[in-house]
């Protein structure tokens, strides 16, 4: 399992940098991106929940509205990495919870 | 791209290796090869090291198998960028077009091993609805992938959903053919880091 567990420690450490380490963005608005509960202010959450959702989507009017509501290019950044980390972090997890009970099953 | 920061928020240092890639490969930058540049301390360096674990770390599959996946993953999130460039790798990797064609094109039909198409469908499910049961797990096992399969497969999944999101949020420019081929003999060589 050696092998696995790399994988999901480089997993681990990029998730942890984006939302605990430095930014431009406020921890907090970067928790609520990697979430997509919808608490940022709207024009912010939309473009969020796009990227979370439906990517391929995703406009130049998105990030117009976005920065029209006062957001930097380099929060804007780190917000949208955030979504995207975000909601792949729930895939993965929900993917290993399955597999594990999957498993558990099959071994009893 | 959508972000001006990412077209032209670089040190000099980075820009002059922009150029020389340019001039070595006679290819543009790939924008999925600019973004792990920018402000590489909050995202770049930490997601080159997850991908290139996932994408090139120990696993009993292979690296083309590894490739198909992140192009099948890609196709369910309608990725344009990443569909074109992780096909093109995985063509090159297992030197077989039809194949990596004919699963993107219909997986069911596509001459495959079964334990392969189990493992895409299943990472075809938990990408389009965000879940997967155990259920869903079993018959992947059940087809012959073992578990440690089935992880290493997660990896891959969870890799290209970041990239994925974020190529079609930041609008990475699709490449041509030619473009996609240097892409594709540059990652098979170097990897993901």
Redesign the interface.
């Known amino acids: ?4 567990d ?3 420690a ?2 681990r ?2 998730v942890d ?2 939302l605990n ?1 430095p ?1 431009r963005a406020s921890a907090e608005q970067r928790a609520l991106a990697f979430r997509n509960d919808g608490s940022l202010p709207p024009p912010v959450a939309e ?1 969020v929940d ?3 959702r439906t ?2 989507e ?1 406009t ?1 009017a998105d ?1 117009a509205a976005a920065r029209a509501a006062g957001a930097s ?2 929060e ?3 917000l ?2 955030c ?3 975000g ?6 997890e ?3 919870a ?2 594990a ?3 558990s ?2 071994a009893s | 791209m ?5 077209d032209n ?1 670089y040190p000099r240092r980075t820009k002059l290796l922009f150029a020389l890639i340019r001039l070595v490969s006679r290819q543009p930058v790939p924008d999925a090869a600019r973004i792990v540049f ?2 590489p ?3 770049g360096d ?2 080159k ?2 991908t290139h ?2 994408m090139r ?3 009993d599959w292979s690296v083309a198998d590894r490739e198909l996946m992140a192009a099948y993953v890609s196709k369910v ?3 344009s960028f990443c569909v074109g460039a992780h096909s093109a790798t995985s063509r090159l990797a297992y030197q077989d077009g039809p194949r990596v064609a004919a699963v993107l094109a219909d997986l069911e039909s596509a001459p495959v091993e079964e334990p392969l198409r189990s493992t895409l469908r ?1 990472l075809g499910k ?2 389009r609805e ?9 018959v992947v ?1 059940s087809a012959g992938a073992s ?2 399969q ?3 497969a ?2 891959v ?3 290209f ?2 990239t ?8 990475f420019e699709v490449l041509s053919p030619e473009g996609f081929e240097a892409g594709a003999r540059y990652l098979l060589k170097r990897g993901y880091r």
């Open positions: 399992m050696a092998g696995d790399r994988k999901r480089a997993h450490a990029l940098r984006i380490g930014g473009l796009k990227v979370a990517a391929a995703v130049e990030f290019e380099d804007l950044f780190e949208v990495v979504a995207a980390v909601q792949s972090t729930r895939l993965y929900a993917g290993l399955a597999l009970e999957g498993r099953d099959g | 959508r972000l001006d920061v990412l928020g920018y402000r301390d909050f995202y930490r997601a090291e997850f674990e996932a770390g120990p696993s999130n309608e990725s299943m938990l990408t965000g879940t997967v049961t155990a259920d869903d797990m079993r096992l578990p440690q089935v992880e290493d997660l990896a999944c969870a890799a959903n970041i994925d999101r974020l190529a079609d949020a930041f609008g």
